[in-house]
């Protein structure tokens, strides 16, 4: 039986679907010594901000999950977004409405830095500030024109810090200057989070294929704290060798069993 954790004022949820398309059953995925949803689990757990839980559409993720000591609870298999996922997740595990900030950790990052994900939550120090995010400059000349990195145009509101005007797939903004590779992790308000799922896809949304500009596009403010690196997101099976052999390097620290 899993060991449960109370709930803190912070959750964060790890959404996992088993059938994702370019790889198959890949939050079950072995990498050093453990199924891959496991080690994002730790990452978050490392990161020590609050209740780390995976939601899922599967048993057999939320069995891995609790063999490994963690916690995890079931949604619908019919959900479009991970921001739905998760809303439906914290309704379950929370019905009561104690945590009040809710980060969305990707199932498919198990590199992410714990530091990563306690940075993500220094914007929402700002009561004006609905969702917070990361982003790291971009250091490869090729991820400059990538249309699969995301990039944030933002401007300076603090040292470390940017206020998200935009999101796109293309080479923005141009001229002199860095650019911002957007990393997909959200820390929302509760309340930012139920707006969201209300809302529905919006123009520039379906254009770019970005879920983060309809919380624009509706009004509601993003702000992304800057980080030293971008983790590597596992979605082919040349992803997943690489992602082995980074956290084999690390594996006495990221493996070793509760």
């Not at 120090?125 to 969702?131: C, Q, R």
Request: proline share 8%; hydrophobic share 45%.
């Amino acid at each position: 039986m899993a060991r449960l954790q109370p709930i803190s004022d912070i959750v964060v949820l790890v959404p996992a679907r088993l059938n994702a398309t370019r790889l198959p059953g890949k939050p079950l995925a072995d990498i050093a010594g453990l199924p891959m949803i496991v080690q994002v689990i730790r990452r978050a757990e490392e990161a020590g901000v609050g209740s780390v839980w995976a939601a899922t559409d599967a048993p057999e993720v939320v069995g891995a999950v609790e063999a490994a000591g963690g916690q995890a609870v079931m949604t619908h298999a019919d959900h479009q977004s991970g921001s739905d996922r998760i809303f439906e997740a914290l309704l379950k595990i929370d019905p009561e409405g104690r945590a009040k900030i809710v980060i969305n950790v990707q199932g498919d990052l198990p590199t992410i830095e714990p530091k990563s994900i306690r940075a993500a939550l220094v914007p929402l120090a700002d009561p004006a500030v609905d969702i917070a995010t990361i982003a790291a400059i971009i250091t490869e000349k090729s991820e400059r024109i990538d249309p699969n990195v995301v990039k944030l145009v933002g401007t300076e509101v603090a040292p470390g810090r940017l206020r998200a005007l935009y999101f796109t797939r293309a080479t923005a903004p141009t001229g002199e200057g860095p650019l911002y590779h957007h990393i997909g992790l959200y820390a929302y308000r509760r309340a930012a989070l139920e707006q969201f799922v209300k809302l529905r896809p919006s123009p520039l949304e379906k254009r770019e294929r970005l879920e983060q500009l309809r919380a624009l596009e509706a009004g509601m403010r993003i702000d992304a704290a800057i980080v030293d690196g971008v983790p590597l997101g596992v979605d082919t099976p040349a992803d997943l060798e690489k992602t082995r052999a980074i956290l084999q390097a690390r594996r006495p620290a990221a493996g070793n069993p509760r």
